[in-house]
């Protein structure tokens, strides 16, 4: 069944983003004794007297002699063992080296890599979708409404990304989109893949482990990058993957949290530059394998040298209906409610378990994580 994952609007101003024991039987086999009984024979004698005063003796009955039962030992339980791994590697795109499509797809093939995601592919269909659905927004000037179209209306080639993908001759069977501005364009160090990487639903849908090839409409001074994101055949993470964002050792994260369509913050505050840059910090992130649920006991941020976690958002699936639509069960969110400091150090710890058949366990995989990153200066338009 063809699976479309769903996508945000956002928009069009500059900035705004839019978008998967043997147990071992201690074999305490009791050595069967067999006891014998020892019956103290009393001889007592009297002088005198007459009579026969001989002792008796009183013989005690034969010992019982059983024969030992012979242990039986349990047939061994074969070893679980997690899934293993069927990831696809990169091959070279066709895209003009320094355009905005190869910056993108660079961009994005190493924000996967950080997390032992497999790479995405570019697909020629795929970069025709794009391209079709960047001209139709553009025509119908539908950017409050970015990742829909409008049967009837110019330029129309499907409602939402997979019908879209298909129509340009791309047999899909799964599919999400993401779009956005660059931040500071065209400067690759704050492009528009940074920007979605800097959000919660929009770094969700890009971690989506399964997907293998991707369409890039470029992005221009007017014109946000469209990325068509799909799959035919899965690749597969191992049952036992975990993932983190930023990774260990990462240097220069962003400050803030982007501006993102749908709001994660919607039930305190709302969407807007001001709060991004007063009461988010960058998201972290920890993932397990696609197929598992992964259930968090502690997850903390901590400046370097302090002992007092930041105060922070859990976001994951289970949080909000909202978050249930636009999240996988697998992820698991942390969002300050301030800003983190520039150029500062800061230790995340995990503590939770992932389960389901991936993990090769029927107790579940356990996850205890510890890592650290760096921000830089940048505070994405604060």
Same mark, same amino acid.
């Given at each position: 069944m063809a699976t479309s994952y769903p996508d945000a609007a956002l928009p069009m101003s500059s900035g705004a983003l839019t978008n998967f024991k043997t147990f071992k039987d201690?074999?305490?086999v009791s050595n069967l004794s067999i006891g014998a009984t020892i019956l103290t024979v009393a001889v007592t004698g009297c002088g005198g007297g007459g009579g026969d005063k001989s002792p008796v003796a009183n013989n005690p009955p034969p010992p019982?002699?059983?024969n030992p039962t012979t242990p039986v030992t349990p047939t061994p339980t074969?070893?679980?063992?997690?899934?293993? &791994?069927n990831l696809q590697v990169a091959v070279a795109p066709t895209y003009v080296a320094g355009s905005s499509e190869a910056v993108a797809l660079s961009k994005l093939n190493a924000f996967r890599a950080a997390q032992g995601l497999g &790479?995405?592919?570019?697909? &020629?269909?795929?970069d025709i979708a794009s391209k079709n659905h960047a001209a139709y927004v553009t025509t119908?000037?539908?950017g409050a409404t970015p990742h829909a179209e409008v049967a009837g209306k110019p330029g129309f080639t499907g409602v939402d990304a997979m019908d879209r993908?298909?129509? &340009?001759?791309?047999?899909?069977k799964s599919a999400t989109e993401v779009i956005a501005f660059s931040m500071q364009f065209p400067s690759p160090d704050a492009s528009a893949i940074d920007n979605l990487a800097n959000t919660v639903y929009h770094r969700a849908s890009m971690m989506y482990q399964g997907m293998t090839t991707v369409g890039i409409a470029p992005e221009s001074q007017d014109s946000p990058l469209y990325v068509a994101i799909g799959l035919t055949t899965p690749q597969v993470n191992a049952g036992d993957y975990v993932g983190m964002y930023p990774a260990n050792n990462q240097t220069g994260l962003w400050l803030t949290h982007s501006v993102e369509s749908p709001n994660p913050f919607y039930q305190e505050m709302a969407m807007s530059q001001e709060n991004m840059c007063t009461k988010t910090s960058a998201p972290v992130s920890l993932t397990s394998e696609a197929?598992?649920?992964l259930n968090v006991t502690s997850f903390t941020v901590t400046e370097e040298g302090q002992t007092a976690p930041l105060d922070a958002r859990l976001i994951t699936k289970s949080t909000s209906t909202q978050d249930n639509t636009y999240l996988t069960p697998n992820v698991a969110f942390l969002v300050g409610r301030a800003p983190f400091k520039p150029n500062t150090k800061y230790n995340v710890h995990f503590v939770g378990k992932a389960t389901g058949a991936a993990t090769g366990s029927n107790t579940g995989l356990a996850i205890e994580k510890s890592w650290t990153f760096s921000t830089g200066v940048f505070t994405r338009g604060c």
């Open positions: 201690m074999m305490r019982v002699v059983t074969p070893p679980q063992t997690p899934q293993s &791994a &790479a995405l592919n570019q697909n &020629a269909n795929a119908n000037q539908s993908l298909i129509a &340009a001759g791309y047999p899909i197929s598992t649920t």
